[in-house]
């Protein structure tokens, strides 16, 4: 009898402590359990926080939009650049800088004019002679965006406008008023210069000091600024019966004031061809120059800026 009961304590012992072992185990199983999806679900949030980073850059990226700027003058005188950024300034500022185009923004009671205050050290002026009517106009910095829906320019905020929304911006200098129809040239004719320093790299500065760089190539300067004004479109007439330039853009010489001829080298100074030296441009050899400047102006007026670096 006492046998008996001492095979039923173990047995009860036996079920107990198989009972505990199984709860502990249950438990054990039951943490293991909730810690993993805790790791599982920090490692989901930390998932989600890298794919909105991501989206957050992809979006950064798509507003860093390219556009292309026309700047003209009042003479007809143009060339485009391209530039990159959120706003329309934003994308101007980088092509400025690509393009080293000098240029102050316009801030305070100047901002009334728009979004440049100068370029080319070139600002809002006051025009007293005017055939049309009997007041006095200003001229100034005018900025343009292409609209495709109604093919034409109209003027617009660079500051406030995203360069997803405008791929074309003009920045035209002149009277801005309803008695002037603002840039004449359409983006279906627009060329950037690539910055190539190939065969000779020319600098064209207009009448109003407004100037940008151009390459071409060729045996002679002659062949290289004809290379340079097919490739990038620049519309201009030799003299008759010589190799030299009559006018570009439309802009000819008048009275004392014509088409200067510079020649010079790479991070040297330029030599002053104007005159009857500059009448035949193919007695000038490229492996003798490789930089060059047509400067409208009369006797005073010379480049803007040297020959560039190597």
């Known amino acids: ?163 997803s929304e405008r791929k074309f911006c003009s920045i035209f200098f002149g009277n801005n008023s309803e008695y002037n129809n603002g840039p004449t040239v359409n983006p279906d004719r627009a060329v950037v210069w690539d910055q190539s320093s190939d065969g000779v790299r020319i600098l064209l500065q207009s009448p109003r000091g407004v100037y940008f760089w151009t390459n071409g190539e060729g045996t002679t300067v002659y062949d290289a600024w004809s290379d340079a004004a097919k490739s990038y479109d620049i519309s201009w007439t030799k003299k008759s019966d010589y190799d030299g330039v009559d006018s570009i853009f439309g802009i000819k010489g008048y009275d004392q004031s014509y088409w200067k001829l510079y020649l010079g080298n790479a991070g040297g100074n330029w030599t002053d061809f104007s005159g009857q030296a500059q009448d035949n441009l193919s007695t000038y050899n490229v492996a003798d120059y490789d930089c060059m400047a047509l400067v409208y102006g009369n006797g005073d007026d010379g480049p803007a800026v040297d020959p560039p670096a190597v």
């Open 1 to 163: 009898m006492t046998d008996r009961k001492i095979i039923a304590g173990i047995i009860i012992l036996a079920v107990i402590l198989v009972g505990g072992m199984g709860v502990y185990l249950s438990g054990s199983a039951s943490d293991d359990k909730h810690e993993k999806e805790t790791i599982d679900a920090e490692m989901n949030d930390a998932e989600t926080i890298d794919a909105e980073m991501n989206d957050a850059e992809t979006i950064d990226a798509e507003t860093n939009d390219k556009v292309t700027f026309l700047v003209e003058d009042e003479d007809g005188f143009y060339f485009w650049v391209d530039g990159r950024g959120t706003t329309l300034l934003d994308a101007w500022e980088n092509a400025a800088d690509n393009y080293n185009i000098p240029w102050k923004q316009a801030l305070g009671d100047n901002a009334s004019w728009g979004d440049i205050d100068f370029m080319y050290d070139l600002g809002p002026i006051l025009i007293e002679e005017v055939d049309f009517q009997w007041w006095p106009y200003w001229a100034w910095w005018m900025p343009y965006t292409w609209r495709d829906a109604g093919n034409e320019w109209a003027s617009d905020s660079m500051l406030y406008t995203n360069s």
